[in-house]
Every structure is written in structure tokens, then in C-alpha cells.
């Protein structure tokens, strides 16, 4: 589903984000990315979507090579990738169901949807996806009048309405409290069991990874340090 063959991401300044990563992800998999602040996890993440572009080496998504795409190529590849940050990144002054649609209906607002005219199949697809996390009560509330836990899962909705294939979450709980922390965690591991979407996400603590993860992966300056079952996974990995 994702391949990274001898990837290094070297950034303007010169700073190594990534040296020579090779590694694949199956389909359905739920890999977590460990490793402290620095380490590349999310260099690595912004390189398979291709938030920006590596250096060296070849990202190859469900066997079309993302490196190599560009113009409608590259967007078809990009609707299969759904991304969550650690900040959300919601539009904080509209509703619930307009972030999700605008997952549906992609970055490129029409004169329809700014005057809220939505293809009903769009509005369907966002309210079961709100269902899928608990939310949908929320569906009319500004997103900025959420707590932290209920915005990130109206994120992962907006992937959700996305029909998105591969989610890419970027430390998806750093912000959050221990208990919201396990909702988010649990809605992901979830969504990941019951569509089969391939997820990878970035964690700087093992704890979380250990209960979740089918596979960790360790980071340290750019280079994969460890790479195989929770099992095998200790703290000095
Ligand atoms: P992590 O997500 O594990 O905290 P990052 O991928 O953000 O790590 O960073 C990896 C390395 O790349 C770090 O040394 C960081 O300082 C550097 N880095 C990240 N983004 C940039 C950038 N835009 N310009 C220069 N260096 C960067
Ligand atoms: P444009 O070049 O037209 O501004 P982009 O290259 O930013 O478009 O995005 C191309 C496609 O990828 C768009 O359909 C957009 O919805 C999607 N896309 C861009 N960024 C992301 C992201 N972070 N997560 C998911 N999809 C994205």
C-alpha cells in the first residue's frame, strides 16, 4: 500500500530530516511512529503525502509512485490520503458539517457550497461519518466552541467523508488530556478495524503505541532504529 525505497528528506538549511528510510505498509495495517521531538516522524509523514518533496529515493502509494506525480496524477493520489494534525486544523468559524464536507468536497470551494448547497449524497456520507465518532450532535456547532478531544474527532470525520484509504495522523493526541487521548486512539483503531483503512500515526510516547499499534516503528535522527511487533518494542528502542 505505501512504499518508501532509500527516502531522505535533506531540508533547505541542510538538517537531515530523514536519511535513506526504506520500509512498506500493507494494506489495513495500524503502524505507530515512535521517536522523540526531532527524530523525522514527521518529516516522514509530510513526505508520503508529499506535503513536500524528499531529496532522494522513491514514496510509492498503492503502486502509483507519489515522487514522480504531478497535476491531476498527483491529486487523484492525494484523495486516497487523509490527514490528522496535532492542531486539528479545522475552520474554527464554521460548523462541524461544513469541516466535514469540506473533506468531501475537496480544498476548492464552489459558489454552491459557500452558500451551504450541498449534494445530498455529500451531506449523508458527512453525517454517517460524524456517527462513526460519536459527534453528530454536534454537527451544527462551530468547530471553535469543541474541546480539543471532539475537534479531533471531527477531523477524523473529515477523513472519513474524504473516502479516504490511507489516514496519516501527525501526533493526533499531543494536545490532548489522558482520557481524550484514549478516545481518539480508540475511535482510530476502530475505523481501522472495521474499513480497513491503512493508518500510521506519529506518537512521541511508546505507552500509547503499545496497546494499539499492530507494528512500531522507532525513529532517531532520520533513520529507523526499530521496526517489528509491539512485543519486541522496549523503551530504549
Ligand atoms: P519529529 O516529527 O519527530 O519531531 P521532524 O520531522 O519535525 O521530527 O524533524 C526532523 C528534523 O528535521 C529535526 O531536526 C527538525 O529540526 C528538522 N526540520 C523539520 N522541519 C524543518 C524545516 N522546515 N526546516 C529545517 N529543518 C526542519
Ligand atoms: P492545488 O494544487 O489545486 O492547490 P493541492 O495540491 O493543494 O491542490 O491538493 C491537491 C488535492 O489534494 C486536493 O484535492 C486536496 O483536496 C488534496 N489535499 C491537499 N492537501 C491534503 C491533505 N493534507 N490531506 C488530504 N488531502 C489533501
Same mark, same amino acid.
Given at each position: 500500500m505505501i512504499e518508501l525505497k532509500n527516502v531522505s528528506k535533506t531540508y533547505a538549511?541542510?538538517?537531515?530530516?530523514?536519511? !535513506?528510510i526504506s520500509l512498506s505498509v500493507d494494506k489495513g495495517e495500524f503502524v505507530v511512529i515512535v521517536g522523540l521531538s526531532g527524530a523525522g516522524k514527521s518529516t516522514l509523514l509530510r513526505s508520503i503525502n508529499r506535503l513536500h518533496d524528499i531529496t532522494e529515493g522513491e514514496i510509492i502509494i498503492d503502486g502509483s509512485s507519489i515522487t514522480r506525480a504531478s497535476g491531476k496524477r498527483l491529486r487523484r493520489i492525494r484523495r486516497d490520503i487523509g490527514m490528522i494534525f496535532q492542531s486539528f486544523n479545522? @475552520?474554527? !468559524?464554521?460548523t462541524v458539517l461544513r469541516n466535514v464536507l469540506a473533506g468531501r468536497v475537496g480544498y476548492h470551494p464552489t459558489w454552491r457550497t459557500i452558500l451551504g448547497l450541498f449534494p445530498k449524497p455529500d451531506q449523508e456520507l458527512a453525517f454517517q461519518a460524524l456517527e462513526r465518532v460519536n459527534? @453528530?450532535?454536534? %454537527?451544527?456547532? !462551530? %468547530?471553535? =466552541?469543541? #474541546?480539543g478531544g471532539q475537534q479531533q474527532r471531527v477531523a477524523i470525520a473529515r477523513v472519513l467523508a474524504q473516502e479516504a484509504k490511507i489516514i496519516l495522523a501527525d =501526533?493526533?493526541? %499531543? #494536545?490532548?488530556?489522558p482520557l481524550t487521548t484514549k478516545q481518539v486512539m480508540d475511535d482510530l483503531k476502530r475505523i481501522n478495524q472495521d474499513l480497513g483503512i491503512t493508518t500510521i500515526v506519529n506518537l512521541h510516547f511508546i505507552d500509547p503505541a503499545r496497546q494499539y499499534a499492530t507494528r512500531i516503528i522507532g525513529l532517531r535522527a532520520g533513520e529507523v532504529v526499530f521496526d517489528g511487533p509491539v512485543e519486541d518494542a522496549t523503551d530504549e528502542k
Open positions: 538549511n541542510g538538517t537531515k530530516g530523514l536519511n !535513506r479545522l @475552520v474554527k !468559524r464554521t459527534i @453528530v450532535e454536534k %454537527a451544527y456547532t !462551530r %468547530a471553535d =466552541e469543541l #474541546s =501526533e493526533p493526541v %499531543a #494536545s490532548l488530556d
